[in-house]
């Protein structure tokens, strides 16, 4: 079993930054792809970030160039830097890591970009 909690949203103006943090622990090792997905109000779940043990990083084209994803896996965290943000970045964002049949994700947290 794997736990994720992720800390760092909260309430931001239009053209500022945040950075998302995620721990996870239990069975989880470097050949888990970890990653970002959002999820705003009326709207399907969807990819932000991923990256996997070997820091190969894919981005939503909404985000490139904005958002970076990062990892350590010694301490099996994901970080998620996002700038230059937009009120349509507004949404709860989810830590998710898998690997195969093996799918994990945390309890979301909120991101608000609003003047």
């Known amino acids: 079993q794997v736990r994720l909690v992720e800390s760092g949203g909260g309430l931001v103006q239009p053209g500022g930054s945040l950075r998302l943090s995620c721990v996870a622990s239990g069975r989880i090792f470097s050949g888990f792809v970890m990653g970002w997905y959002r999820q705003a109000p009326g709207k399907q779940r969807e990819l932000v970030a991923v990256v996997t043990g070997g820091g190969s990083r894919n981005y939503a084209e909404s985000v490139k160039g904005r958002f970076t994803i990062s990892r350590d896996n010694a301490k099996n965290t994901i970080s998620l830097q996002m700038n230059s943000l937009k009120p349509e970045d507004t949404a709860v964002y989810y830590c998710?890591?898998?690997?195969?049949?093996?799918?994990?994700w945390g309890q979301g947290t909120q991101v608000t970009v609003s003047s």
């Open positions: 998710n890591t898998y690997r195969g049949a093996e799918n994990y």
